[in-house]
Every structure is written in structure tokens, then in C-alpha cells.
């Protein structure tokens, strides 16, 4: 049973990726806790059998390509689910992609896809999410970078400069969003065990011995880095903004 509970009956929350992984975790706890929660990605159905383990709120899927998703497309998305629900109170931008491309034989195909999920997708979901036709004042968002940004691992240039990225974003647009009270956090996690993007990663590369033994509260989950992101999004964080939280069971402790 878990000690902290959240309630977010009567909200209403974008998760972004939300067909695997962090993005599907989060969206099922969010509903769990009582909110309607939009859900995009490009595998709506995958989404739709989310529907059997939503809570008392509500898993309303729809498709979002973020490489290719325009102004107009996210706005279009965004505001069918405001017609029907009321604004948002905040939202969660997952989606990215793994993969390792070395520096002196890198792949422009690949460097640019990283980019355009981690980094170019995220921006245009926030310049559409925070328009104040759509959302509260003083809506929380949330988007993931990783500790991969603070780290030097081989191989993966354009994963981690995409992460960093995303960091050094964050604190920039919390201060232009801050006029309505929006907040505006990242959440860095370590290695996450069981994803289709840890999986994929393992299946194709390994996982370095030395990561292994970085696990000093040993191997991390989707549900132990949710939790800090449901409180992000709660009233208890309103005073955070703008920042960088790693979540990673003390790998960069560890050593790695």
C-alpha cells in the first residue's frame, strides 16, 4: 500500500507518449487518482486498452505524431479536449527515443529523430499547452530529461545533448511562463528496468557492469520515478519551478 496518495478528482492532465513506459505509468496513475487525462501518442490503440485500468478518471487517447505535429496540429488536439472537459491543469511530456550513434560515424537521420522528440516536439507542446485559452493559471508541467545529461556515456552524444537540452529549456521558459503562476519542471531518471526503450537498449547493446552496480537502492521501475512526478503536478509543489530533479536510486552515487 502506498503511503502518499494523491487526488486529483476534477483535473484534467496531457500526458505525452503515453502508450509505454513513464508516459503509460503516469496517465494510468493520473486517472487513478480521479483525473481525465488526454493521452497522445501514435499507437492509439494500445491506448484504448489502457481503458481497462483507468480509475475514476477518464483515458481519452488520441494521435500525435511528435515529429511532425504542426502549431496547428497540437492546437487542434488540445482544444477538442478542453471543448469537452475544461482547461487543463498541467501536463506531461515523456516522449523520446533511446539508441547509441558514435561521434566519428554518427547518424544524421538518427541525431535529428532524437531531437525532434526530446527537444523540437517538447517546445511546440508547451508553446500550445500553456496558451491561456487552454490551461489554468497556475498549471504544473513536467517534461523528462536524464541523468544521461549529467553523465559522459560513450555513444550517446545526441541522447544526452537532446537531455541537456531540455534542461537548460526548462529554466528558461518557467520564467516566461511564470507571469500566470504555471510551473515548469524537468525530471531526470536513472536506468529504468522494463520499458520498451530500456528493453530495446539491452536486447541491442547491453547494459554496462559498471551501471549495474550503480544501483545502489537497487534496480529502478517506472512507479518509482511516477510518484515524483504526480507530486509535481500537485498544489504541494507550487512553490517549484524551473528545475532539474534527478531520480535515479543513487547511480550517479554509484559511480557511474
Known sequence: ????????EGKNFIVVGASSG??????????????????????VEVMEQMK??????????????????TSKDWDAVIKSFVGEYGKINGGVYTAGIGGVSAFRNWNPEYANSVM???????????QSATKKRFADDGSSFVVFA????RV????????ASAKSAVQTAVRIIAKEISPNKHRFNSVSPGWVMNTEMSNQHANDFGIPQDMQNAFLLGEG????VSGMVLFLLSDRADWITGTDIVVDGGQLLGGI
Open 116 to 126: 525532434d522528440t526530446s527537444y523540437w516536439g517538447m517546445l511546440r507542446f508547451m
Open 152 to 159: 559522459s556515456y560513450q555513444g550517446q552524444l545526441f541522447y
Open 22 to 43: 513513464m508516459g503509460k505509468q503516469i496517465a494510468l496513475e493520473l486517472s487513478q487518482a480521479g483525473a481525465n487525462v488526454l493521452c497522445l501518442a501514435r499507437r
Open 1 to 8: 500500500m502506498q503511503e502518499v496518495k494523491f487526488n486529483y
Open 146 to 149: 536524464s541523468i544521461a545529461a
Open 52 to 69: 481497462s485500468e483507468q480509475g475514476a478518471g477518464k483515458i481519452i487517447p488520441a494521435f500525435v505524431d511528435v515529429t511532425a505535429a
Open 221 to 224: 521501475t517506472a512507479d518509482k
